[in-house]
């Protein structure tokens, strides 16, 4: 393993990243997204499907549901994507620092 600078910095970029996952609530909107996908998606299979008035109602209630907390967790949402961002960019930088190829000579 090479220790340099972008190694470093790769390292400390990726465990920051790590951080704000859990600090910002990234992970908390992970879920609630998850959760808010899920429910878009049966409410739209079941509106689809359905053939009388109250499996109508029950399925447009779960779309509502799913469309509030898309965007309640919105500003969640955003958190995610930067720490994700960050993560992938330390990865990057680890990796790229670890490559043959990047190497400084004196001549």
Same mark, same amino acid.
């Given at each position: +393993?090479?220790? @340099? ?28 997204? %998850? ?16 053939? @009388? ?32 961002? +960050? ?11 670890? %490559? ?8």
């Amino acid at each position: +393993m090479v220790w @340099n600078g972008r190694s470093i910095g790769g390292i400390a970029l990726g465990l920051l990243g790590v951080c704000t996952l859990f600090v910002w609530g990234g992970f908390e909107a992970f879920i609630s997204y %998850a959760l808010a996908f899920i429910l878009l998606y049966f409410g739209f299979r079941f509106l689809r499907t359905a053939d @009388n008035a109250l499996k109508k109602i029950c399925s447009v209630l779960g779309l509502i549901a799913g469309g509030v907390l898309l965007l309640y967790w919105l500003p969640k949402f955003i958190a995610l994507l930067i720490s994700a961002a +960050m993560i992938i960019g330390g990865w990057y930088l680890f990796r790229t620092a670890q %490559a043959k190829s990047f190497t400084y000579r004196v001549k």
